[in-house]
């Protein structure tokens, strides 16, 4: 009778270690979880903003080449206007042609 | 001692409860009662509401080239305090921009704490600016409208005030399809003014404005420029136009008018010369009218071009005699002759086989006297009396161009008429809009029939030889048949009579005569040479004609 007694208080002394064990062990593992949870989520947003300026730095970037392309187009306009070759041919001297000669087809297949 | 720590205690909770109590009542009055406005407040420093500025539509030639355009300019603003030296960015500044250092000294010292030094830069200046790197100076970008052949097309294309409205022209008529919708934008920003990735956003996208395609030929549109530049100055005319028109639908090739105006700098233009005298100025036509005279009279049947009449010089219709320019008799003459020589005897002996009730209607169906509807701002009707108001002498004069007005543009239409077989286009200047939906294009409206073809056939070889053998002998061209009249038409004055010695000269006509491909009218106001002035419109004419003809892709029909 007295030797059992140890045993029933070794009976009892077991489940409640291992409770507070694997209770630890699930909080532990909970909090590890919501944290890892939280870094993943901030790592998230952290990367979606750094993409999001990303965007728009590269919108930026469109815009700009969008407006020298446009600049250019104008230049290009302008330096193909008649108007202004006109200009530039009379400053270096060169007349309008006054008598155009043009050549008609027939008379040159009937000398073939 | 313990009663009085006991006192000190319970002071000390008292206070502690009151302090925590007030606390507590505060911070539930901001959080609770006053939330709302703490909020709108946190929004209204984050939040920007834009609106977003559609892009202006582009302006194109038939061929595509660009005639304007939007383009975003960069303009250079400065925040002061944090320029370190005002003397020596003024000094840099002033050399760039073109401009006395002192100026922008003054402005960088006025205290303001942001203020533009110069908009809409040229790029290249704005290149060179930048790269002095001096602190405290920035760029934003504003739209400004280009027209890259600076006045080419000035009185067709019309120009955009500074508050983005177009007017005059083609930036007028289609101001509505060429500015488009704005749109909004709302985001939350960072202090770096970056949209905040996580933020309110809200977007509505603008609508560009359509871009517009043009009937208008650059090169034919700067060939009439140059020549009525030339003549305008030759001749020291108050003002001239020309009109050239694709007879076959009635597209307009080129449209000009002498004063002109430079379109991105119209604060320093003069009023009067933004004034389109190709549309919105009328003028007696004179002798040009004869041959819409002779179309009707013989579309009528009331003569044939070898009808026959004896010139004495002038013609008496209602008690009143009408003489032939310089009084001159030309005997026998036939109907045609009447177009060779000009003679206004002659066109009031047709008019009078015709009756002034049918010439008031032919005068009406070539479509004198009312808008031709052109698709561009601010057109002039000219006027045509009722017939009811008409005196029997007015038969007569309006026979040859008297007693009623016209536009350039008008009788560029009439005269197409003549030129295609005998149908009235409506003028057009509008090939083509292309907006999200895709490719619009004009359809060219037939306006009616107002002579028969035979009708019209007759009126090409009786102008043809006006030009080969009668008055507009100096419009012929080399390689080119030409079908034309001359016209030299007084001044009404204010006090219903006509101004002594100043004339209004003009040629109208077409080429090639038998497959005409354009149709001009070349006007010009109070020519210094007076009865003269016809020479140097004709002139014109064959400055540009070839050319013209060449871009039109025209066959040569004749030889030298």
């Known amino acids: 009778m007295i030797a059992a007694r140890p045993r029933t208080r070794q009976r009892a002394s077991r489940p409640r270690t291992s409770w507070e064990i694997r209770s630890f062990a699930v909080a532990t593992a909970v909090i590890a979880g919501v944290f890892t949870l939280a870094l993943l989520y901030l790592s998230q947003i ?25 600049l250019l187009e104008v230049q290009l306009a302008r330096l193909d206007s008649p108007a202004r070759i006109e200009t530039l041919a009379a400053r270096l001297g060169l007349v309008r042609v006054s008598n155009v000669q043009l050549l008609f087809p027939e008379p040159l297949q009937a000398k073939r | 001692m313990q009663a009085v720590s006991a006192t000190r205690l319970r002071v000390l909770f008292i206070i502690f409860a009151l302090l925590s109590t007030t606390l507590a009542g505060k911070m539930a009055y901001w959080q609770a009662i006053k939330r709302p406005e703490l909020l709108s407040m946190a929004i209204d420093q984050v939040r920007s509401d834009l609106v977003v500025a559609a892009q202006r539509g582009v302006i194109r030639d038939r061929n595509g080239a660009i005639l304007a355009t939007t383009v975003g300019l960069r303009s250079l603003y400065a925040i002061p305090a944090q320029i370190p030296d005002h003397a020596a960015a003024a000094a840099l500044l002033g050399v760039l921009l073109g401009r006395d250092p002192s100026s922008i000294r003054q402005r960088l010292d006025s ?26 100076l920035g760029f934003q970008t504003e739209p400004k409208r280009l027209y890259p052949s600076d006045t080419v097309g000035a009185h067709v294309l019309g120009f955009v005030n500074d508050e983005g409205n177009g007017q005059y022209g083609v930036e007028g008529a289609y101001d509505e399809i ?20 996580v933020g309110l956003r809200e977007a509505q996208p603008p609508r560009n404005g359509a871009d517009l395609t043009l009937t208008v030929d650059l090169g034919i549109q700067t060939a009439c420029e140059r020549e009525l530049r030339m003549a305008v100055e030759k001749e020291k005319a108050t003002g001239g136009s020309i009109v050239v028109l694709d007879p076959r639908d009635g597209a307009v090739l080129a449209l000009c008018s002498a004063p002109s105006f430079d379109p991105s700098a119209v604060a320093i233009a003069d009023l009067e010369s933004l004034r389109d005298r190709a549309v919105s100025w009328t003028y007696e036509p004179g002798s040009t009218m004869k041959a819409l005279t002779l179309a009707a009279a013989i579309d009528q049947k009331a003569v044939t071009p070898a009808t026959t009449y004896n010139d004495v010089g002038y013609a008496i219709i209602g008690g009143r005699r009408l003489n032939n320019a310089l009084g001159r008799a030309y005997g026998p003459t036939t109907v045609t002759q009447v177009l060779e020589r000009s003679a206004n005897a002659g066109a009031v002996f047709v008019a009078g086989r015709l009756g002034a009730e049918q010439l008031y209607r032919y005068i009406n169906a070539f479509g004198l006297g009312q808008a031709t509807g052109v698709d561009l701002a601010a057109e002039a009707t000219g006027q045509v009396r009722p017939l009811a108001e008409w005196y029997p002498v007015d038969l007569g004069t309006a026979a040859f161009g008297q007693g009623l007005s016209v536009t350039p543009l008008q009788l560029a239409t009439a005269y197409a008429a003549i030129a295609n077989g005998g149908i009235l286009y409506r003028p057009y200047v509008v090939a083509s809009r292309r907006d999200a939906d895709g490719e619009h294009r004009t359809a060219p409206v037939a306006v009616r029939r107002v002579i028969s073809v035979e009708t019209a056939a007759v009126m090409r070889a009786m102008l043809t030889s006006t ?7 100096n419009a012929s061209l080399p390689w080119f048949s030409v079908a034309g009249k001359t016209g030299t038409a007084q001044i009404p004055d204010a006090a219903g009579s ?4 100043e004339y209004v000269s003009s040629f109208a006509g077409f080429a090639p005569a038998d497959d005409p491909k354009i149709v001009t009218v070349i006007v010009l106001e109070r020519p210094q040479s007076r009865l003269l002035g016809t020479l140097t419109a004709m002139a014109a004419f064959r400055g540009f004609a070839q050319d013209a003809l060449r871009y039109a892709r025209a066959q040569p029909d004749r030889r030298p």
């Open chain 1, 46 to 70: 952290t990367s979606l903003s750094a993409g999001d300026y990303e965007v728009q730095r590269l919108q930026a970037e469109r815009d700009e080449l969008r407006r020298q392309n446009s």
């Open chain 2, 498 to 501: 006509y101004e002594s010695d």
């Open chain 2, 111 to 136: 205290g303001a704490e942001w203020l533009y030094l110069h908009r809409r830069l040229p790029e290249e200046t704005a290149v060179a600016i930048e790269a002095l790197h001096i602190p405290g």
């Open chain 2, 178 to 197: 060429l500015r488009g919708s704005p749109g909004r934008l709302v985001v939350e920003r960072d202090p770096a003014n970056r949209a905040l990735p």
């Open chain 2, 467 to 473: 030009v080969d053998n009668g008055i507009a002998k």
